[in-house]
């Protein structure tokens, strides 16, 4: 069974964290990631293309947040509910942001960074 | 303000000056009545003595005719007798003539024959027969009396006096001559009784009148009373009768002469009752008009004393007092401090209406407020206004405004009150802009520490999940790699270190040194710093910031914002064309503006226009973009008092503006 997962998120750094983390949980063998919104929303918005099963989200981005990727992304994948799970993955501690992620019927969670390989595991374990 | 000053009316005053004396008037009212009223009473009573007295002698003179038929009687029956006297002296047929009499006429108890003085005949016999052959010429008693008549040869009634044969009787002697020479009399003895009988004297009231009968004695002339003597006090009210045939007097006398005056003794006190009324109502009537000029006197001074408080309160007020004309909205009278708050003087102000010194910005509201209160919508308004003093001074005040017609008339004149609340004001700006300053420090500031343990947090993160990661490797490459990381970590904390300490510096700097700064200066500085970036991007610039722009400015901050707005010119050029960035400085009314423009890659302003001065925003995939640099610009701006303000078109370019203090 094999099981893909995306990441978005500007900062290098974490990119190469998470991909190790990934690699360690042993969930998902195909791993896709974009340093900012418009680049993923080029890849992800085409509705002939299949969705990955896990999308980890950032909000804080430059150009294109994560609240506007996912309602950009909401126009041309209607069902997008239905095909992936979006997870928000954040440094920020602002209540707003946790609530208003929540608040999201396409978010299926809220995860406060650091992202750890058991959280992970968790989480692909609970994936269709 | 209107003058309502009365003057105590003078109608009064010329009132007649016995007006003023009511009591004097009371009497004298009381005494017209009353004499009135005993005038009056005074002519009843005369009439009813009147009518009294008429009454009276209307009896006596009953009294009178039937005593007078009663001696007619007897004198025709004496005359009877005298007929039996023959010539020769004898007496024929007195038994035939006197039984005759005595029935004919029943005032007669009996008849004699008195020849020479000698009783020889008596009818009835029986009773008289004790007189018989009596000479009444010697007896005392009755010959002056008998003489009497001899005399006056006429018939004389003698008595009433004692008779031999008992009881009063009355006498008539009719002295009968033969050939002149005396012959003797004829008499008719008539009973006092009977005689008072016929009269009728016994069948009138007794209750009201009282009789008397009475003898004047012709020896002595004194009178002699033969009834019950009457009251001393009714002989005012009598009437008298004489009968010259026998010298008597019959009196007739009210019994209670009294009665008539007690009659009139109700009438005559309702009458009294009456005129004290009157004089005491005509005192009251009088004393109105006494007690309304009194009235009126404290009125006045009451109004007058409030008008002197009035004009006190007016003129002393700390408040401006104007009454205006509501129509045309001139100034009929103000007080001392509206004149002060306005400048004028009393007299120029009459000039001036409402509109003269009324900001114009506030002159709509004014208008429509007055309008609504001519129309009668509402009762009176306020606002807050700004007035334009004589020295062209702009002062904000309160207005209060209350009409001084009453419902439903016409609109004549208005109270206008001035306050001054221009300091208040003043205050309440500074204090809505300190207010509005601080919520936006405040939010800043909120926003900051957010941005700060953001940004804190996802070094912090990648840090520990690296040292998670290292331990969990013992392949040697790996572990260098994660090194490696750490280091690129380490750096990255490092910048936000260096842009958060950057950004609290303006935040917390609140006594930066302002001086006055020739930004011309300052931009030509600038661009040297940049000229290798110019050269490189290749760009066109041009300046156009005349030499006397001063502006008051922290010379630090200005550098800072005229470095960030033109690397930001340079750095978001168009990838089509080379870049053209235009400095302009120009005058803004009072204020000076700095325009940078280019003809970059713009923005979306209608996305981004919230997010454009936040930190940490970015809009492009420019890898050197922070999201530090506009944020800095505008928070350095906003500490100066300034603003800036940015106009674009994606794709065209974009111009930023700093609005000077």
Not at chain 2, 497 to 503: K, Q, S
Request: glycine share 6%; aromatic share 8%; hydrophobic share 40%.
């Amino acid at each position: 069974m094999s099981k893909s997962i995306c990441i978005i998120d500007d900062d290098y750094i974490y990119q190469i964290i998470v991909k190790k983390i990934v690699a360690k949980a042993g969930i998902f063998n195909k791993v896709e990631c974009f340093e900012n919104a418009f680049k993923a929303l080029k890849e992800l918005q085409d509705p002939e293309s299949k969705l990955p099963d896990l999308i980890l989200l950032d909000i804080n981005m430059p150009g294109m947040d994560g609240w506007e990727f996912l309602s950009e992304l909401k126009v041309n994948r209607p069902n997008l509910h239905h095909e992936t799970q979006i997870y928000i993955v954040t440094s920020s501690i602002a209540m707003g942001d946790r609530d208003k992620a929540l608040s999201i019927s396409e978010v299926s969670g809220f995860i406060s960074k650091p992202l750890t390989v058991s959280r992970l595991r968790e989480i692909g374990e609970g994936l269709g | 303000m209107a003058v309502y000053m009365l003057r105590a009316p003078n109608a009064f005053d010329k009132s007649p000056r016995f007006l003023s004396k009511p009591v004097t008037i009371g009497i004298f009212t009381f005494l017209f009545f009353m004499l009135l009223g005993v005038f009056i009473l005074w002519q009843r009573y005369q009439i009813l003595k009147e009518t009294e007295q008429r009454e009276m002698t209307n009896l006596i003179g009953f009294i009178e005719n039937n005593i007078d038929h009663t001696l007619r009687n007897s004198y025709s029956a004496a005359l009877s007798l005298a007929l039996l006297v023959e010539s020769n002296g004898t007496i024929s047929g007195f038994e035939d003539v006197a039984p005759r009499l005595i029935s004919e006429y029943p005032a007669i108890n009996a008849v004699q024959m008195v020849p020479g003085g000698i009783i020889t005949h008596v009818y009835p016999v029986q009773e008289n027969e004790s007189v018989l052959n009596y000479n009444i010429l010697e007896d005392p008693n009755v010959r002056e009396e008998a003489l009497h008549a001899m005399r006056e040869r006429k018939m004389y009634f003698a008595g009433p006096l004692e008779l031999r044969q008992g009881g009063l009787a009355v006498i008539g002697r009719l002295p009968v001559f033969i050939k002149n020479d005396f012959w003797g009399f004829a008499a008719v003895i008539i009973k006092l009784e009977t005689l008072l009988e016929e009269s009728g004297l016994e069948k009138l009231s007794a209750d009201k009148y009282e009789f008397q009968f009475s003898k004047i004695h012709p020896g002595t002339g004194e009178e002699i009373f033969f009834l019950t003597p009457i009251s001393a006090g009714s002989v005012e009210y009598s009437e008298t009768i004489n009968f010259a045939d026998g010298d008597w007097k019959a009196y007739i006398a009210l019994k209670n002469p009294r009665e008539l005056f007690n009659s009139l003794i109700p009438i005559g006190f309702f009458t009294t009752l009456l005129s004290v009324f009157l004089g005491l109502a005509m005192t009251n009537l009088l004393k109105q008009p006494q007690k309304l000029q009194a009235l009126v006197n404290s009125q006045a001074g009451e109004l007058t004393l409030s008008e002197m408080k009035f004009r006190t309160i007016f003129n002393q007020a700390a408040i401006g007092m104007a009454r205006v004309n509501s129509i045309t909205g001139m100034f009929l009278e103000t007080n001392n401090r509206f004149q002060q708050l306005f400048g004028y003087t009393s007299e120029e102000i009459k000039e001036l209406s409402v509109v003269d010194v009324t900001h114009p910005g506030d002159i709509q509201e004014d208008h429509s407020k007055m309008k609504q209160l001519r129309d009668g919508e509402i009762k009176e308004f306020s606002m807050q206004k700004r007035i334009k003093r004589k020295n062209g001074e702009l002062v904000w005040v309160n207005l209060t405004v209350s009409p001084l017609w009453n419902e439903g008339e016409r609109p004549t004149t208005h109270i206008a009150l001035i306050e001054d609340i221009h300091d208040k004001k003043m205050a309440e700006t500074h204090l809505k802009e300190s207010y509005h300053m601080v919520m936006e420090q405040n939010k800043r500031l909120l926003n900051f520490s957010y941005i700060v343990s953001h940004n804190l947090r996802s070094h912090s993160s990648n840090i520990e999940s690296i040292l998670d990661l290292y331990k969990h490797t013992a392949d040697a490459e790996e572990r260098e790699n994660y090194i490696n990381m750490l280091e690129k970590v380490s750096a990255a904390l490092n910048q936000t270190l260096f842009d958060l300490n950057e950004v609290v510096s303006i935040q917390t700097n609140l006594n930066l040194t302002v001086e006055d700064l020739k930004v011309k200066d300052f931009v030509e500085d600038t661009l040297g710093l940049l000229k290798v970036q110019i050269q490189k991007k290749n760009a066109r610039i041009s300046t156009n910031v005349p030499a006397e722009m001063v502006v008051k400015f922290n010379a630090a901050y200005l550098e800072s914002v005229l470095l960030n707005l033109l690397t930001n010119a340079l750095r978001y050029s168009s990838p089509q064309r080379s870049p053209e960035i235009v400095i302009n400085g120009k005058k803004t009314g009072e204020k000076w503006l700095l325009e940078v423009e280019d003809n970059g890659i713009g923005i979306d302003l209608v996305k981004n226009r919230n997010k454009l001065f936040g930190l940490y925003k970015t809009f492009s995939n420019h890898t050197n973009s922070r999201g530090v640099g506009l944020f800095i610009a505008k928070n350095q701006i906003d500490a100066m008092g300034g603003r800036i303000e940015v106009e674009s078109t994606p794709g065209e370019g974009s111009v930023f503006k700093v609005y000077f203090q």
